[in-house]
């Protein structure tokens, strides 16, 4: 009888975790860069007539409504990190990674909420990246509920033996 031959795979579950990891955390560095430029960046779009509005306020209140989704994205991007972390610890189906995705669904959520008006009054970029995010809040909370039955199914599973 033929042995069967099995290739050792060249991607795995622990590879996609650690490059996510990496890319979250590149993202998160850059999410702060960003937000140090802020100003730059405003003055710029500004300059260059990007902006809808004029007058002496649209500087702060674009620099403000950056600075909240700047805290926005790292604290989602700190909850998708620990969610990682746990993933490749083997922890899958825990409260914790329920909560996490709650959170980032909430990030998301907020990010919507706050872009799609702004994007209407200031900056029409922030309206589409406000779409974006809010269709993400609504994939990351299809997932938490997801994650949410598991648990329970676990939970049940645990107390059955």
Known sequence: MPQKITAKRFWDDRKSIL???LVTGGVFI??????????????????RGRVAVTGPAVRGVMLGLGYVLAALALWMLWQLERLLARLGQGA???????????RIAWCCALAAVICVPA???????????????????????????????????????????
């Open 19 to 21: 490059l996510t990891r």
């Open 30 to 47: 850059a999410c702060i860069l960003i937000a140090l430029a802020g100003p730059a960046i405003v003055d710029w779009l500004i300059a």
């Open 92 to 102: 899958v189906f825990v409260p914790a990674n329920v909560q996490a995705l709650r």
């Open 119 to 161: 994007g209407a009054a200031l900056y029409f970029p922030f309206a589409c990246m406000g779409i974006a995010a809010g269709f993400m809040a609504l994939i990351v909370h299809v997932l938490k509920n997801a994650f949410e039955q598991a648990v329970k199914m676990q939970d049940e599973l645990d107390y059955t033996v």
